[in-house]
């Protein structure tokens, strides 16, 4: 059963690669064959059935056990077609489907260390199994074993050559493994496969970005939110971009659109913060400074954006009183301090 997409920081993770419906042959047993049948008809209840009376036939038959598994995914039982697949593994300790579909459960329950043995186990049993291979990279991904689940990806794009979905990830796990190369090749795959893919072309839009190639990166990000306008992560990143390129009002206006569709999102509210501080508005930027520091007083980008929109504005026993608030938060280094108390010591007040 498909999963929706998964985020893991600012970085998009493809779905979980949807689960055989029966990858397990049923060759000559009537009763497999009748379920089989039933399900394909939207009988699931007949396809249950039809497996439980297969299981007593031959209680040592994991197969029942699996399809009934996959049957009760269908019906939304996920802890039942848990059960059945643990069943079908103790009857055939070496059946890959049963541990990838076991494995997805799990990953979808947050329970990634179990996912991955399971996974893992599915991969050993079929080295050639595609999908347990990307399934085994999106748990490596969760439990943060990013070298792993590269290799797990690299292999599943080997495995599945014109598999998009294998190529977002990839590209996604490289990046976070500083392999800017590798993930611009791998993102631009995954949006020739894939070129109403928005998850692709934003994150292909986000490595542009990082390789400094500002217009190809406005380019994706454009697309991005084009092929998908509710995206408010692909406008929070073009307005990054716009403000790296010295484009305020753009950047403004794209993180607005962000704040607009996510307005609880502190990280948006950041950001339009920064960008708004560059056009020289000091009330304008103030207010949204404050936004920003009221989704999250411990963002420090957040604090450090009011402290120069105080000083901008000339109030500065709260531009002194942020840049205190700033020191406090966990985590900052003495550098920005001094940057910090290098701005406020040039602020002059505002005439009254």
Same mark, same amino acid.
């Given at each position: 059963?498909?999963?929706?997409?998964?985020?893991?920081?600012?970085?998009?993770?493809?779905? *979980?690669?949807?689960?055989?419906?029966?990858?397990?042959?049923?060759?000559?047993?009537?009763?497999?064959?009748?379920?089989?049948?039933?399900?394909?008809?939207?009988?699931?209840?007949?396809a *249950?059935a039809?497996?439980?009376?297969?299981?007593?036939?031959?209680?040592?038959?994991?197969?029942?056990?699996?399809?009934?598994?996959?049957?009760?995914?269908?019906?939304?039982?996920?802890?039942?077609?848990?059960?059945?697949?643990?069943?079908?593994?103790?009857?055939?300790?070496?059946?890959?489907?049963?541990?990838?579909?076991?494995?997805?459960?799990? *990953?979808?329950?947050?329970?990634?260390?179990?996912?991955?043995?399971?996974?893992?186990?599915?991969?050993?049993?079929?080295?050639?199994?595609?999908?347990?291979?990307?399934?085994?990279?999106?748990?490596?991904?969760?439990?943060?074993?990013?070298?792993?689940?590269?290799?797990?990806?690299?292999?599943?794009?080997?495995?599945?050559?014109?598999?998009?979905?294998a190529?977002?990830?990839?590209?996604?796990?490289?990046?976070?493994?500083?392999?800017?190369?590798?993930?611009?090749?791998?993102?631009?795959?995954?949006?020739?496969?894939?070129?109403?893919?928005a998850?692709?072309?934003?994150?292909?839009?986000?490595?542009?970005?990082?390789?400094?190639e500002?217009?190809?990166?406005?380019?994706?990000?454009?697309?991005?939110?084009?092929?998908?306008?509710?995206?408010?992560?692909?406008?929070?990143?073009?307005?990054?971009?716009?403000?790296?390129?010295?484009?305020?009002?753009?950047?403004?206006?794209?993180?607005?659109?962000?704040?607009?569709?996510?307005?609880?999102?502190?990280?948006?509210?950041?950001?339009?913060?920064?960008?708004?501080?560059?056009?020289?508005?000091?009330d304008?930027?103030?207010?949204?400074?404050?936004?920003?520091?009221?989704?999250?007083?411990?963002?420090?980008?957040?604090?450090?954006? *009011?402290?120069?929109?105080?000083?901008?504005?000339?109030?500065?026993?709260?531009?002194?009183?942020?840049?205190?608030r700033?020191?406090?938060?966990?985590?900052?280094?003495?550098?920005?301090?001094?940057?910090?108390?290098?701005?406020?010591?040039?602020?002059?007040?505002?005439?009254?």
């Amino acid at each position: 059963m498909p999963s929706p997409r998964v985020v893991s920081v600012s970085i998009m993770l493809a779905a *979980l690669a949807a689960a055989p419906a029966f990858a397990a042959p049923s060759g000559d047993d009537p009763l497999l064959e009748k379920g089989q049948a039933a399900f394909r008809k939207g009988d699931v209840a007949g396809a *249950l059935a039809a497996f439980d009376e297969a299981a007593k036939v031959d209680p040592k038959d994991a197969r029942p056990h699996y399809l009934r598994g996959v049957a009760l995914e269908k019906k939304g039982d996920a802890a039942g077609a848990a059960e059945a697949y643990r069943q079908a593994i103790a009857r055939k300790g070496d059946f890959p489907e049963a541990h990838n579909n076991l494995g997805t459960l799990l *990953l979808a329950k947050g329970d990634a260390a179990r996912a991955a043995t399971e996974l893992e186990a599915a991969v050993k049993a079929r080295p050639d199994y595609g999908e347990a291979q990307y399934n085994l990279g999106v748990a490596r991904d969760a439990l943060g074993k990013r070298p792993e689940a590269v290799a797990a990806y690299k292999e599943a794009a080997r495995l599945r050559p014109n598999d998009a979905a294998a190529r977002l990830n990839l590209g996604a796990a490289l990046r976070r493994v500083g392999d800017v190369a590798g993930a611009r090749a791998a993102l631009t795959d995954a949006t020739r496969l894939a070129p109403a893919d928005a998850v692709a072309w934003a994150d292909l839009g986000m490595i542009l970005s990082d390789a400094k190639e500002l217009d190809p990166a406005q380019a994706a990000l454009e697309k991005a939110t084009k092929l998908k306008p509710d995206f408010a992560l692909a406008w929070d990143r073009l307005g990054r971009v716009e403000l790296r390129r010295g484009r305020f009002p753009e950047a403004v206006a794209a993180g607005a659109r962000a704040r607009e569709l996510e307005p609880k999102n502190a990280g948006f509210a950041a950001d339009v913060c920064r960008a708004t501080f560059e056009l020289r508005q000091p009330d304008r930027a103030v207010a949204a400074c404050r936004a920003a520091v009221d989704l999250d007083p411990q963002n420090p980008l957040a604090r450090y954006e *009011l402290t120069k929109a105080f000083v901008a504005q000339g109030d500065c026993k709260a531009a002194r009183a942020e840049i205190d608030r700033f020191k406090k938060l966990a985590g900052i280094k003495p550098q920005a301090v001094a940057q910090a108390d290098g701005i406020v010591a040039t602020c002059k007040p505002a005439a009254k």
